[in-house]
């Protein structure tokens, strides 16, 4: 099932710019009952996007959009990708502009219930984030970083990556966010040179500080990482996993990461 | 015109990688009296840009579909991309990878022939690139950084833009590379960090040596750019524009520019 600009449509036009520049942002919604889960961070991640690359794309529109797509694909994911629209050769953005919206739909992954239970391994990638504040944060287009990393395993017993930036920091999954428990403290890397602000890791730090969790975003490095008491993935589509192992470190599903993965599955009873 | 996988085509299937990652590689093109220019260099290019990306791409079928398409167009710009091809939801590439072949053609830009006579004046741009070494020289389609330098100005007093990396070295255009000349000696920054590494960059230095000039590849501070003897920029669609003026600095036309765009111009009667 996919629609461009509100029409069903299996092409797209030749000459987008989200083709030829990936000139664009998308989001990946999780799709129940016809609703779309997190909408309003969604929404509110692909304005500053919008805002931040000065694509002048009418939410309330795509929001129309998205709602009656939603509703038809009633279970599944929802990818958004919200493009500059149409240009002929040459970077500099097309007046007038008019953004293109492509949604396609898709069945919710099936990972195993153990990633969720016992946890998942890490693969540590060695492809790094290049630090590029003005696009740090967004979920971009240009996302050929996270498609080298995937490309470095195969291997099914690591069920996600790590990325670090080009100075070693450690900053996120290649399609996850990463999370720390540090002395009871939870604590997320900074999103401010690289890396995607993920609409869960958003959900996580409100839920955790609901819960009396104090919270912390700032650097992280290796070592930090690896001295942990807990550590945890998230992302909109499977909510939490525990991190079991990477490297030569191991971890135990701790309490605070339970706890958060009762207060997020919350979510999905909620819609 | 544009054709997709050799046949004419006006769209590109949804689910195509270059559209969802920015997964892929192009090449922009002159072609004169039915000929791709430069073909050679330009396929060199998309064959090191595959290779570091994983893309299988056939260059032979490919060097087929573009002098069809070539002959086809006769006279104007011929773009040419490589995507990893279609794909369902997530970065891991597919198995199998189909890759795509898209190609449009464009007028040839209609650049005022004083850019190339009198010189231009380049924009300071404030979009710095980011340095990524895995991705640093290919024209792959993540081309955010232009296009953010490019929508910095408008007014067309600015024929080009000047681009710098995160640490300050001058690096390139938006859409050209760019040489001084100090006492003598032709200088291009190294684009071992980032930068697409031009076939009319590589066509310059190449005869430039051949001409006894001497070249020198590294790293540039925006220092010694103000102090150069001459600055120029290239690309394969204008040749050479001697640079005129940055910010209070203002160059004359020097006589190594002017001898290399002589060399470069001979290119166009050749094919």
Redesign the interface.
Known sequence: M?W?DGQP???????????????GL?E?IKVVGGQPELLDRHLQRLTRGCQR??IPCDIDLLNNNLSAFCAELGRG?A?L?V??GEG??????PIPCRPRI?L?G?PL?DYPNAHAEQGVRLFPCT??L???P??AGLK????????????EWQDSVFAEGLMRD?SGRVIEG??SNLFIVDSDRLMTPSLER?GVAGVMREEVLERAQQAGVSTHIGDLSLDQLHRADEVFMCNSLYGIWPVRQLDASVWPVGPVTRKLQCLVNDLSSNT
């Open positions: 996919s461009v449509a299996e092409g797209l036009p030749i000459h987008d710019r989200g083709l030829a520049y990936g000139d998308f990946t690359l000065a994911v990818k990708i493009s500059r002929r050769r040459g970077y500099a953005p492509v396609t898709s992954p492809t790094r290049a630090e590029q003005i696009l971009h287009l240009n996302r050929l970083e996270q498609v080298l990393a995937r490309a080009s290649v399609f690289c």
